[in-house]
């Protein structure tokens, strides 16, 4: 509550979100998914997304991030700074911005830019507001360096492209990419997939370290222990599933 006893804004507000896909190999026949999702989540919170494979946990995120537009409802993200943005009308030019400077999400699979370093994969989202000031790249570089580190990215590993890296070399350069520049609002669809279970304890912190900025959290996690060290709120997606 503020001083006028009014409730924070959430930064993600979710009202009566639906998608369905429309599949054009059958005809255009229609696949419901998901169905009035209402969802709200406060700075601080991890909230994380539970239901079996195929209930469209994923589809959710993916919904937040404007990768697949809703089929109806209303989406709204709240900036740092400014007024919250409707994802669901949102022009390509301020969903851009929104992604660059609020809206942060490791996808489940990191896509591989070819030919660039794996050290620049993971500074370009620094380096990009850095511009062309020389002290503020090299800053992100070493910013960049130390996330490898604590990743565990050998750094044999960190001037080359990372299309040859395992999978669980990719996830973690996905993530140092994606976690690299804080964001008020991240979106995590399995992170700690194809970790051991040394990475995976270091992701979990670095979850809750965004959470204790303030980051407020959406996340699918495949073990119940990673649900259970990082949860605040745990939401059943097969509530949101489309009814006949
Ligand atoms: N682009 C698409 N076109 C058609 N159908 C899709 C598309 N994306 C997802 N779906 C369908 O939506 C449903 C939900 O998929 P989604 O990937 O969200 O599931 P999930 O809950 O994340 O599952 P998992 O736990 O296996 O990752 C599935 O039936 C899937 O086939
Ligand atoms: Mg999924």
């Known amino acids: 509550m503020n001083s006028q006893g009014m409730m924070k804004r959430p930064r993600l507000q979710m009202a009566g979100v639906a998608k369905h896909f429309t599949l054009h190999n059958q005809n255009g026949a229609e696949l419901p998914v998901l169905d009035r999702v209402d969802l709200d989540i406060g700075s601080g919170e991890c909230v994380v997304l539970e239901g079996p494979s195929g209930m469209g946990k994923s589809t959710l ?7 697949y537009r809703a089929s109806a409802g209303s989406i709204r993200v709240q900036p ?3 007024p919250a943005v409707e994802v669901t009308t949102a022009g ?12 942060g999400y490791v996808s489940q699979f990191l896509r591989v830019i070819p030919r660039v370093p794996a050290l620049d994969v993971v500074a370009e989202p620094l380096a990009e507001d850095a511009g062309d000031d020389p ?5 992100a570089r070493q910013k960049a360096r130390r996330w490898m580190i604590r990743l565990r990215i050998p750094e044999r590993l960190w ?16 993530i140092a ?6 964001k008020p ?4 669809d399995e992170p700690t997939a194809s970790l051991d279970a040394a990475n995976a304890r270091t992701v979990i912190e670095l979850i809750l370290e965004a959470a204790a900025r303030g980051t407020a959290i959406a996340g699918i996690f495949h073990d119940r222990q990673t649900c259970a060290a990082v949860a605040t709120r745990r939401v059943d997606v097969a509530g949101f599933r489309s009814r006949p």
């Open 135 to 139: 002290a503020e790249l090299e800053a």
């Open 177 to 182: 990419r994606n976690m690299i520049k804080p």
């Open 159 to 174: 001037h080359l492209p990372p299309a040859t890296f395992s999978g669980g070399e990719q996830q973690r350069i996905n």
């Open 92 to 103: 390509p030019r301020e969903l851009v911005q929104l992604r660059r400077g609020t809206i």
């Open 185 to 188: 609002l991240l979106l995590l």
């Open 61 to 67: 995120l993916k919904l937040i991030h404007a990768n």
């Open 80 to 82: 740092s700074q400014g």
